[in-house]
């Protein structure tokens, strides 16, 4: 009995505390769930919104490349990783200029080509996997092409990646 006193279970006014704790927190648990409903029904019409009017051709996206470009393949590239003789990577990738800028194309495509090749073989497994891996070995290429190129190449196009 001295427990239940302690613990407020024993009087009347301890359970109607108990309620009233309970009902006041119910109630600001829906007011808080109503609240976050109302806000994403109206980020979801405001995405709706948007893409209906690119649809329309009112808001029109902007365009990465514009102008006179060109695109030129490099030869696919097959070297084994830093790791290991027994994995293998191959690279298809196409570079992105101004036409004309670049006064010899093909001599410009072997050297980007070499220098893929000789940057593939000090790279790990580890190095090019998953999304985050992928997205360094692009920004590592287009660095490389930029500065063989001397800024004349805009963008490296990485086509297809097997390591096998």
Avoid: C
């Avoid at 490389?144 to 001397?150: D, Q």
Wanted: no cysteine.
């Amino acid at each position: 009995m001295a427990r239940k006193k302690r613990l407020g279970l024993s009087s009347p006014g301890g359970q109607s505390g108990w309620l009233l704790t309970l009902g006041v927190l119910s109630l600001l648990a829906m007011g808080t769930g109503g609240l976050f409903g109302l806000h994403m029904v109206s980020t979801v019409e405001k995405a709706v919104d948007d893409k209906n009017k690119i649809a329309e051709g009112k808001k029109t996206p902007a365009l990465i490349y514009t102008g006179d470009l060109a695109l030129r393949n490099i030869a696919p590239v097959v070297t084994n990783l830093a790791n290991g003789d027994d994995v293998w990577i191959r690279l298809e990738s196409s570079i992105v200029f101004t036409n004309g800028a670049l006064e010899n194309p093909d001599i410009v495509v072997a050297e980007i080509r070499q220098d893929i090749l000789a940057y593939l073989r000090t790279l790990s497994i580890t190095q090019v996997q998953g999304a985050s891996g992928l997205q360094h070995l692009r920004e590592d290429l287009n660095e490389r092409v930029v500065l063989r190129s001397k800024g004349l190449v805009r963008e490296l196009v990485v086509e297809t990646l097997v390591i096998q």
